[in-house]
């Protein structure tokens, strides 16, 4: 199954790649790696805000580490034309806005490495960082990067 038909049979539909919001640019290409900045959670209806564990729960974080996988994978297709030619997802690196009793983070970051591991299949297998964050830039509720090897 192609990467498209993946996505089609998840319901993913990519949208347009974001500009950077500062002074950097949204991925950078050495050798065969795609070093991706990165992407907070946002959707097509807008920022998915709040801190985990006081406004958002558990389940809301996954999605709204889902969009950020959305966005990286949009990403992927800025910077390499066809999503054909990735060949693993390195690592990611996933920051939760958080509270500071909560404690679930890797569980809310899964909301997007689940979506790696069903698009990519065993290319999405990755190392990962998941930590948690006061505040992230414009209040979003997760923020994710990562290192894609790519053919």
Do not use: W
């Amino acid at each position: 199954m192609s990467v498209s038909d993946r996505l089609k049979a998840a319901g993913v539909t990519l949208p347009d790649a974001r500009p950077p919001v500062a002074n950097y640019v949204p991925f950078v290409i050495t050798g065969n790696l795609l070093f991706i900045s990165g992407q907070v959670s946002i959707t097509p209806e807008g920022l998915i805000k709040g801190r985990l564990g006081e406004d958002m729960t558990l389940e809301q974080g996954q999605q709204a580490a889902r969009a950020c996988a959305i966005n990286l994978i949009t990403q992927m297709k800025s910077a390499l034309g066809d999503l054909e030619r990735v060949t693993r997802i390195v690592k990611l690196g996933g920051f939760v806005n958080a509270a500071g009793d909560f404690t679930d983070i890797p569980k809310v970051v899964n909301g997007c490495s689940d979506l790696m591991v069903e698009i990519f299949g065993d290319k999405g297998r990755h190392a990962r960082a998941a930590v948690a964050c006061p505040v992230l830039p414009m209040g979003a509720a997760v923020e994710v990067d990562a290192v894609v090897e790519f053919a």
